[in-house]
């Protein structure tokens, strides 16, 4: 697992991925000309209330890989 600290609303907080979905994230921000933080944000904004941050995370790029 790798831990990712970003700031959401003003709350530090650490992310725990597995090595694959980091990547996935690097690659996606990039060719989205976003920084990795943006893309959290963007991902927590819109997740399930209720919803742990991590898995919203790991569906998320899922369903950008599936698209």
Do not use: Y
Not at 29 to 56: C, F, G, Q, W, Y
């Amino acid at each position: 697992m790798k831990k990712i600290s970003v700031s959401l609303t003003g709350h530090q907080t650490s992310i725990s991925l597995e090595p694959e979905f980091v990547d996935a994230l690097h690659k996606i921000a990039d060719t989205r000309n976003m920084s990795v933080a943006e893309l959290i944000k963007h991902i927590d904004d819109n997740r399930t209330p209720n919803t742990n941050l991590s898995s919203a995370i790991r569906v998320w790029i899922l369903h950008e890989f599936m698209n």
